[in-house]
T-cell receptor, first 115, second 114 residues
């Protein structure tokens, strides 16, 4: 079975600093990987997705993630944090077209952005 | 284009009652999935419907059920509510082509069981 591990349940950065949210996956077959963001009292919004087309994936709001098979990682980065980036971020994985709706989510990382 | 719409946003029920939650997918999306989000268990997959048929199912008891209508709208039902069913229930829809289309989530229904 596939799984993802998000290191760090809380991450705090200063406004303007680099954002790095870690995600490692476990899968016996090539995975499809996603990052979602959740703002308070809202659902999940897709930030970006990896579907084997390119290892460096650019998403919305200046976020990007790099798929590294050798490290089984899919870390999310943003060069310069903004106050509006404060939210909870979820990494998710699925493994096949037949179960493309059945995502396995990580436990989430809450990002705090300080002045 | 309208997003995924879930109704109601908030619901309070008592133990033993049943509840029905509704979801309207994005126009043109034929696959609808349901997830439960709790502080303790995180985000967990409940089930997926496509063409009015359940295609995938998570590890939840039979008290949790769903259905999909011919217009792709979906409902989920929880019978004999327990305190532990208190959660945010998220509906998501996706295109079925291309095969790697991502899920688009609604804002959820927050269910409180007292």
């Amino acid at each position: 079975a596939q799984s993802v591990t998000q290191l760090g349940s809380h991450v705090s950065v200063s406004e303007g600093a680099l954002v790095l949210l870690r995600c490692n996956y476990s899968s016996s077959v090539p995975p499809y990987l996603f990052w979602y963001v959740q703002y308070p009292n809202q659902g999940l919004q897709l930030l970006l997705k990896y579907t084997s087309a390119a290892t460096l994936v650019k998403g919305i709001n200046g976020f990007e993630a790099e798929f590294k098979k050798s490290e089984t990682s899919f870390h999310l980065t943003k060069p310069s944090a903004h106050m509006s980036d404060a939210a909870e971020y979820f990494c998710a994985v699925t493994i096949s077209t037949g179960t493309a709706s059945k995502l396995t989510f990580g436990t989430g990382t809450r990002l705090q952005v300080t002045l | 284009k309208a997003g995924v719409t879930q109704t109601p946003r908030y619901l309070i029920k008592t133990r033993g009652q049943q509840v029905t939650l509704s979801c309207s997918p994005i126009s043109g999306h034929r696959s609808v999935s349901w997830y439960q989000q709790t502080p303790g268990q995180g985000l967990q997959f409940l089930f997926e419907y496509f063409s009015e048929t359940q295609r995938n199912k998570g590890n939840f008891p039979g008290r949790f059920s769903g259905r999909q209508f011919s217009n792709s709208r979906s409902e989920m039902n929880v019978s004999t509510l327990e305190l532990g069913d208190s959660a945010l229930y998220l509906c998501a829809s996706r295109k079925t082509e291309p095969y790697n289309s991502p899920l688009h989530f609604g804002n959820g229904t927050r269910l409180t069981v007292t």
